[in-house]
């Protein structure tokens, strides 16, 4: 939580409604497997 961001694996952009949030499944999937916790938030948009 203190450092910087590793790896860009997708984004999400409030303003607009269609196709707003893109995420790259196989590397969200990969880091969850290496430890990484995702926020609250996170969980919510991804449905995960």
Do not use: C, F
């Amino acid at each position: 939580r203190d450092g910087g961001w590793i790896e860009s694996i997708g984004h999400y952009n409030p303003m607009i409604k269609e196709n707003n949030i893109t995420v790259d499944t196989e590397r969200l999937d990969y880091w969850i497997g290496v430890g990484a916790q995702m926020s609250d938030r996170v969980k919510k948009i991804t449905g995960k």
